[in-house]
């Protein structure tokens, strides 16, 4: 297992933006489908943005629009940049890195430990 270092949440008023990072050691952000996932607690982990080695996209529906995930392979790091914030995006965001082979949901690949994002007025 890989482990991946998140950053970038915090405690935001509702309309407010965030960008989180995720670096990764070696080329992993480059030769893996990258995703980020947030969790409430009760709820199972839940899969918000995803891009693949080819740079398709996908969104759960709650975000598309106000969220935009992307990558820089000279840095390592993927990030997520979220706008237009509301109290319902309040979760931990989890970052993970698997093959393209492996389906997108679920708990396979790596992880890493999470960052707290709060949106409150």
């Known amino acids: 297992q890989v482990q991946l270092v998140e950053s970038g949440g915090g405690l935001v008023q509702p309309g407010s933006s965030l960008r989180l990072s995720c670096v990764a050691p070696g080329r992993i952000v480059e030769l893996n489908a990258m995703g980020w996932f947030r969790q409430v607690p009760g709820s199972q982990r839940e899969l918000v943005a995803r891009l693949q080695r080819d740079d398709t996209t996908y969104y759960a529906d709650s975000v598309k629009g106000r969220f935009t995930i992307s990558r820089d392979n000279s840095k390592k790091t993927v990030y997520l940049q979220m706008n237009s914030l509301k109290p319902e995006d309040t979760a931990v965001y989890y970052c993970?890195?698997?093959?393209?082979?492996?389906?997108?949901?679920?708990?396979?690949?790596?992880w890493g430990q999470g960052t707290q994002v709060t949106v409150s007025s």
């Open positions: 993970n890195a698997r093959s393209e082979l492996l389906p997108p949901t679920g708990d396979s690949g790596s």
